[in-house]
C-alpha cells in the first residue's frame, strides 16, 4: 500500500465514522422547544462538530491502523477477498476455475 492509498483508505474510513457519529447527542429545534420561524423542528441546535470531528479522527485513526496492518501483512489477500465474492462461494457448492 502506497502513501496516498493509505491517505484515501484513511479518508474513506474516517467518512465512514464521522457519517456515524453525526446524529449522537444532536440536540433539535424541537428538543429544546425553541424553533425558529420558517425552519424544521429536526433542525439542529447543538451539534458539537467539534468534538465529533476529534473523536471521529481517533477512532478512525485505530481503525485504519487494523485495517493497514491486515492489508500490509498479507494476512487477507486481493485473491482472498475475490474468492469470498465468486458466484457460489457461499452456497457450498465447488466453483470451477
Do not use: C, N, Y
Not at 478512525?60 to 496492518?69: D, H, M, P, Q, S
Amino acid at each position: 500500500m502506497g502513501i496516498v492509498s493509505g491517505l484515501v483508505l484513511f479518508a474513506v474510513i474516517w467518512s465512514m465514522v464521522f457519517l456515524i457519529a453525526l446524529p449522537i447527542r444532536v440536540q433539535t429545534q424541537g428538543d429544546l422547544g425553541d424553533v425558529v420561524p420558517g425552519t424544521h423542528a429536526g433542525s439542529p441546535e447543538h451539534h458539537h462538530l467539534r468534538k465529533k470531528a476529534f473523536w471521529t479522527t481517533l477512532v478512525a485513526l485505530v481503525i485504519w491502523g487494523i485495517v493497514a496492518t491486515i492489508i500490509l501483512s498479507g494476512w487477507i489477500t486481493v485473491d482472498d477477498v475475490e474468492s469470498l465474492f465468486r458466484a457460489g462461494a457461499w452456497s457450498g457448492r465447488e466453483i470451477d476455475g
